[in-house]
């Protein structure tokens, strides 16, 4: 059976030539797009290096999240046979292939498409989660505080750490200034299945890398009657982008001013909560 599932009619259909499926090992399916930099055809010495060392913290997110404990299916909805090719060698390359499922989507997917897949593919009850591509969940999320954190009736909506050491022996403004000083910044979000009936996708119609496509994404996911939290002290999710280099103007589509959701200290620490500062006063 081949490895990489190939959709074989318009996207919006989601109907698979086939399905690969996994044993169920863990307990929440990952549902990510992953991009290639094809650095080496890149002419310009500079844009080469920042393609090569995007490559490489896109490369080292996927190889962390597959080694993930709570993680029980990676999705990787892909562009092309050729990007699926390259995920699935690295899959290969740490016997991880069986917690993989390789979709050549033919296009990069929206919010939208997104949710259409999961609707289809993923069972009721099982814990969905989407987020960026440079994007890793600390190894210290467990499955029991997933079942405990994300109810039927939840929406979790994670602002990133910035990746520092292993041990992320430092958290302040200044490394993680997204948290610490929240305007509405979230790379992550998880939900239970399945989807609200009355989730409007025609709003979420648009891709991950464009400014405040998350906050439309949160928005529906409101609008359809969920609650929102964001415990991302006790759910740390790291960013991978060393030099910060943008290689494409994206277009902005809303301010959190439209939809947030206030970091939340772990119980008992008023010393952190005293700390955090928000553009938003709920």
């Known amino acids: ?23 169920f090992l863990r307990r929440m399916d990952l549902v990510i797009q992953l991009y290639l930099y094809r650095w080496q055809a890149e002419q310009d010495p500079y844009r080469r290096q920042v393609k090569y060392e995007r490559q490489m913290e896109i490369d080292e997110c996927f190889q962390r999240n597959l080694h993930h404990p709570a ?30 499922v390789f979709v050549n989507f033919g296009k990069q997917p929206t919010y939208a498409d997104f949710l259409r897949y999961v609707a289809h593919q993923i069972p009721d009850n099982h814990i969905v989660c989407i987020q960026n591509s440079d994007i890793f969940i600390d190894h210290s999320v467990s499955k029991e505080f997933l079942d405990r954190t994300v109810g039927p009736y939840t929406l979790v909506a994670l602002t990133r750490h910035e990746y520092t050491d292993e041990e992320h022996s430092e958290c302040s403004e200044k490394t993680c200034p997204l948290i610490w000083d929240y305007q509405g910044s979230h790379d992550t979000f998880l939900f239970r299945m399945p989807l609200p009936p009355t989730l409007p996708l025609e709003r979420v119609n648009h891709h991950q890398n464009v400014y405040g496509g998350e906050t439309l994404f949160m928005k529906a ?32 589509l809303a301010d959190g001013y439209l939809c947030h959701v206030n970091p939340v200290a772990p119980q008992g620490r008023d010393d952190i909560r005293s700390k955090l500062k928000t553009l938003f006063k709920d």
């Not at 059976?1 to 044993?23: C, D, F, Q």
């Not at 090719?85 to 016997?95: E, H, P, T, V």
């Not at 609008?223 to 740390?236: H, I, S, Y």
Request: positive net charge.
């Open 1 to 23: 059976m081949s490895l990489i599932v190939t959709v074989t009619k318009p996207p919006n259909t989601l109907i698979l030539s086939k399905v690969y499926r996994t044993p």
């Open 71 to 100: 993680i029980r299916v990676v999705y990787l909805l892909c562009e092309s046979r050729e990007v699926a090719d390259y995920y699935l060698d690295i899959a290969k390359s740490y016997n991880k292939v069986m917690n993989c």
């Open 221 to 252: 996911f409101q609008d359809a009657g969920k609650v929102l939290v964001n415990p991302c002290f006790d759910m740390r999710i790291f960013h991978r982008h060393r030099n910060r280099a943008v290689l494409a103007n994206y277009p902005t």
